[in-house]
């Protein structure tokens, strides 16, 4: 079955430069969700998009932004990356008409240097 | 919001051995999902399972929704089943079957040979 896919699955950046993460939702999925696991921690939830329009958001910062586009992938860009912010990004996708059961990408690991 | 706290915050076994592995919620949900974060950082989904016993090979999942707790028992355990246990729920108004996630602190597995 096909999965949720996210690119890139590692990146190496430097402070004050520009990162975009993509993610490619399960087919049919209407729903994408952002989470941020810094390390030892636990995923935190960023930012989640319904049919498009953003649904909902969490403790994202102003340096980033999110999308959907017209064929449901989603791209979270951050701006002015700073070293608090290497990570590892999830993407998540769901399915409205079902059971809301979320299903999550590998991750992109995010190193700021 | 509501809050999810998992126990033990670690455990250690023997290859062959049996665990179960506790997640307390503080309000009411819909919606309770299992996951394995193996060393590689990959977020595995082991279990949607709001209510109710599920049984998948070796593992298995119990949700007492009414007592706000669920289990997850790791049977014969091998080192594959190393890694971090998460279980989360939806964080919105209790009942809330959609939506983002809030994750347990998890529990790190080791299984040794």
């Known amino acids: 079955a096909a999965g949720v896919i996210q690119s890139p699955r590692h990146l190496i950046k430097e402070k004050r430069e520009t990162a975009t993460l993509k993610c490619y939702p399960i087919p049919r999925h209407d729903t994408v969700y952002w989470y941020q696991q810094g390390p030892g921690q636990d995923p935190q939830f960023l930012i989640s998009f319904y049919e498009k329009m953003q649904s909902d958001k969490g403790s994202i910062p102003d340096r980033f932004s999110a999308q959907q586009f017209s064929d449901y992938h989603s791209e979270l860009n951050m701006s002015s990356l700073e070293l608090g912010d290497s990570a590892l990004y999830f993407c998540?996708?769901?399915?409205?008409?079902?059971?809301?059961?979320?299903?999550f990408g590998p991750g992109t690991r995010l190193t700021v240097t | 919001g509501i809050q999810v706290e998992q126990s033990p915050p670690d455990l250690i076994l023997q290859e062959g051995a049996n665990s179960t592995l506790r997640c307390n919620f503080s309000?009411?949900?819909?919606?309770l999902q299992w996951f394995h974060q193996n060393p590689w950082g990959q977020l595995i989904n082991l279990f949607y399972?709001?209510?109710g016993t599920k049984q998948n090979g070796r593992l298995s999942a119990t949700t007492v929704a009414t007592e706000r707790y669920s289990l997850l028992y790791i049977s014969s355990s091998q080192t594959t089943d190393s890694g971090v246990y998460f279980c989360?729920?939806?964080?919105?108004?209790?009942?809330?079957?959609?939506?983002?996630?809030?994750f347990g602190q998890g529990t790190i597995l080791t299984v040794h040979p």
């Open positions: 399972i709001p209510s």
């Open positions: 989360a729920v939806p964080i919105g108004a209790g009942g809330t079957s959609y939506g983002k996630l809030t």
């Open positions: 998540a996708s769901s399915f409205s008409g079902g059971s809301y059961e979320q299903y």
């Open positions: 309000d009411s949900v819909n919606n």
